[in-house]
């Protein structure tokens, strides 16, 4: 085939594809088969396009399906088998992430804070293959604390705090800056902006004391010095590093304990389209409502995948997803969010708290239009989904003789 018949051909393909009611994401699975397979003829193409678009159209909603009580169903039943453990997360050891039905819930309630936050950090280029350049991320991400540093004592005698710095761990924590004493003279101005005080410096050690002799105030400077950032992110108290496999090959990952993911992508090294977090608050607040809808998809079915729940359609998390996000923010699914905002008296009165609901809605004159589906059956009339919502009306008529 020459090169003018094979462009002639994929012109036709893509003339083929395209004449579908196919969705854009379908048309370019079915380029990218083609693309794979080899070259195919117009009419194999054509075979493709139509299996698939009979495939899509059999795998709709039919109208007046009710899809939220099935989505309810298909998560709820699985649910039910879910543990209430916190699990290892993905074998990395020492940090513990919520799994189970705790993060299921955790979910759905839109939790303005995970009892376990973490991030996946990803990483760019060469901080992905070179672990020294990868340690160089860890150190920016993970928060240096005074007692990681070195020893602190206290000299009562003379009302200082002494603080004498390890030169090995400053080495190991600034591996881009090469003279300890600069190193030494950043954390003397930390401590004299974090805590108000002078300090006096001599090589690796550095003293400062109280303004006037005071045992508690000593006392009290070293308290709040063991609270000192110093250098990384105050929310990260642990960073682990892991060599993965990964499509593009080996690289290194960082699992972090803590989460503070605006802070996280701004980092130089650190790869901000694939990284992420598992609070979906956090992915709302730096990357938008769409990125949060696909964090709460990809949360909740990771979450059910880890308890070999797998079988639930993803279709179901979307939806729920949609519902959570349609209005442009978070919103729970509880008294506080959704099911607290119908429009349904009764609707709302069902879920919870319902004398407070039923009392409300007297006092203001509400009416229920029974609309839904819980209102419905709460009052035993048939619910307006499927054939209940079809009006079938038994007439006579008479059939007029035709002029001709």
Do not use: C
């Given at each position: 085939?020459?090169?003018?018949?094979?462009e002639?051909?994929?012109?036709?393909i893509?003339?083929?594809?395209?004449d579908t009611?196919?969705?854009r994401r379908?048309k370019?699975?079915i380029?990218e088969?083609?693309?794979?397979?080899?070259?195919?003829?117009?009419?194999?193409?054509n075979?493709?396009?139509q299996?698939?678009?009979t495939?899509?159209?059999?795998?709709?909603?039919d109208?007046?399906?009710?899809v939220?009580?099935?989505?309810?169903?298909?998560?709820g039943e699985?649910?039910t088998?879910?543990?209430m453990?916190t699990f290892?997360?993905a074998g990395?050891?020492?940090i513990d992430v919520t799994?189970?039905?705790p993060?299921l819930?955790e979910?759905?309630?839109?939790?303005?804070?995970p009892?376990?936050?973490m991030?996946?950090v990803y990483?760019d280029?060469?901080?992905?293959?070179?672990r020294e350049?990868?340690?160089?991320?860890?150190?920016?991400?993970?928060?240096?604390?005074i007692?990681?540093?070195?020893d602190?004592s206290?000299?009562?005698a003379?009302?200082?705090?002494?603080?004498?710095?390890?030169?090995?761990?400053l080495?190991?924590r600034?591996?881009?800056?090469?003279?300890?004493?600069?190193v030494a003279?950043?954390?003397?101005?930390?401590?004299e902006d974090?805590?108000g005080v002078?300090?006096?410096?001599s090589?690796?050690?550095?003293e400062?004391g109280?303004?006037?002799?005071?045992y508690?105030?000593?006392l009290?400077?070293?308290?709040e010095l063991?609270?000192?950032?110093f250098k990384?992110?105050e929310?990260?108290s642990?960073?682990v590093?892991?060599?993965?496999?990964?499509?593009?090959g080996?690289?290194?990952?960082?699992?972090?304990e803590g989460s503070?993911?605006?802070?996280?992508?701004?980092?130089e090294g650190v790869d901000?389209s694939?990284t992420t977090c598992n609070?979906?608050?956090e992915?709302?607040?730096?990357?938008?409502?769409?990125?949060a809808?696909?964090?709460?998809?990809?949360e909740?079915m990771?979450t059910?995948?880890?308890?070999?729940?797998?079988d639930?359609?993803?279709?179901?998390l979307?939806?729920?997803?949609?519902?959570?996000?349609?209005?442009?923010?978070?919103e729970?699914?509880?008294r506080?969010g959704?099911s607290?905002s119908?429009?349904?008296v009764?609707?709302?009165a069902?879920?919870e708290v319902?004398?407070?609901?039923?009392?409300?809605?007297a006092v203001?004159g509400?009416r229920?239009?029974?609309?839904?589906v819980i209102?419905?059956?709460?009052?035993?009339k048939?619910v307006?989904?499927?054939?209940?919502?079809?009006?079938?009306?038994?007439?006579?008529f008479?059939?007029q003789?035709s002029?001709?």
């Open positions: 085939m020459t090169d003018a018949e094979y002639h051909v994929t012109e036709d893509e003339a083929v594809v395209e009611e196919l969705p379908l370019d699975r380029y088969t083609v693309e794979e397979r080899g070259p195919i003829t117009t009419e194999q193409a075979e493709i396009a299996a698939t678009e495939k899509y159209i059999d795998t709709r909603v109208p007046l399906d009710p939220g009580t099935v989505s309810a169903q298909s998560i699985p649910g088998q879910m543990t453990n290892h997360y990395v050891a020492e799994q189970g039905l993060r819930i979910l759905v309630d839109a939790r303005k804070t009892d376990t936050p991030m996946t990483l280029e060469e901080y992905a293959t070179d350049r990868a340690h160089e991320v860890v150190w920016s991400i993970e928060s240096t604390k007692l990681s540093l070195g602190v206290t000299n009562v003379d009302m200082l705090v002494q603080v004498d710095l390890n030169e090995e761990t080495i190991e600034w591996p881009t800056v090469d003279d300890v004493d600069e003279a950043r954390i003397a101005e930390t401590i974090a805590l002078s300090t006096r410096r090589g690796t050690l550095i400062f109280p303004s006037e002799p005071s508690r105030e000593l009290q400077l070293v308290e063991r609270d000192v950032v990384g992110i929310e990260v642990r960073v590093i892991r060599k993965e496999t990964l499509e593009d080996e690289e290194f990952v960082l699992y972090t503070a993911f605006g802070d996280v992508i701004e980092i901000a694939r609070n979906i608050h992915i709302y607040r730096n990357l938008g409502v769409e990125a809808r696909e964090a709460i998809i990809n909740t990771d059910l995948e880890e308890q070999g729940l797998d639930v359609n993803v279709r179901h979307m939806l729920v997803a949609d519902i959570m996000t349609n209005r442009g923010t978070i729970s699914i509880g506080h959704i607290g119908k429009e349904s009764l609707a709302r069902a879920f319902t004398v407070n609901h039923l009392l409300d809605a203001h509400e229920d239009r029974l609309d839904g209102e419905n059956v709460i009052v035993g048939p307006a989904i499927g054939t209940g919502d079809v009006d079938l009306r038994m007439g006579s008479s059939a003789p002029d001709d």
